[in-house]
């Protein structure tokens, strides 16, 4: 299963409430992202045309808005561009795990590092469960036990689950990850059901396992309909299930849903199903989405931001 990290933040995190009424071009531009349009091409205009004037009135909220459209878009460098100056020279620790992410989805490894530090020392706790991520992913794995640790004290809503998938997983070490997930167990935090159903799955106690996922998605948990998804797929065969949950986590825009509906119609064979949910995550950066489109659609990711 990906590693769980935090989709973008479009809004200051420092505290400062923000009303739709200071921010008039911000609004209009959640209101552009609200309706379908014909075109996308157009309608991406449209919106970074919006949200440079917001940014240009000194809206707090349009530095995440524009960097978030043009990830959508499959434009990282810019989003970088947007993101940068507000982290490193600005202290905006909200957009720290942004441009960490997009600076490592372009390799800029080094900078990304850099970035993740920002919210890391600002105690940010999205940025901090972000960089434990970041840090697996390199194999840094007692460097990314120690940071996830840092996040699940910091109250960040993910950092739990990929605490006790780095020790089933890296480490296998099935009874500390267990402990974890247990002394985590709490309802109003439902994604630490999803964790807690996980080392169930591993213990062999299917319907337990099965009863957590389904709760945690009852309770929206943030990632907890992907895991449900592949769990009646895996253990039930049971594929219209599997459907139903992958595209309920796309439409409530959970961490990664993209690539796992556009993997799940891909394994079916459903091959021009599959193929624009897994472009939509290769745009964000996902690298496994980027290996299958070069495998499997060939000449597409010529067309995006190496």
Known sequence: MTEQAATGVDEPADGTPVHEDDEPLCAEARALLAVPHPDPAVH???????????????????????ANAHLDHGNRREAAEVLMPVVMSRGRTDLAGLLGETLAAVGDHERAEAAFLVGLDAGDPEATNDYGVFLRERGRTQEALYVLDRAVRLGDELAGLNLVALHLEELDDPLTAAEIAE???DEGRPATLVALADCRLAEGRVPEAAELYRRA???????????????????????????????????VGEPGAAFHLGR???????????????????????????????????GLVDEWDD
Do not use: T
Not at 290 to 295: I, P
């Open 44 to 66: 991406h205009e449209e919106l970074v045309a919006v949200l440079r004037r917001a940014l240009a009135c000194g809206e707090p909220s349009a530095h995440g808005l524009l």
């Open 183 to 185: 002394d985590l167990h």
């Open 217 to 251: 998605a009852e309770l929206g948990a943030p990632c907890a309909h992907i895991y449900y998804g592949w769990f009646l797929r895996d253990r039930h065969e049971d594929l219209a299930g599997a459907e139903e949950q992958l595209r309920l986590a796309h439409e």
């Open 264 to 298: 799940f119609l891909h394994d079916l064979g459903r091959r021009e199903e599959a193929q624009p949910f897994l472009e939509e995550a290769s745009w964000r950066g996902d690298p496994d989405a980027e290996a299958l489109l070069e495998a499997e659609y060939r």
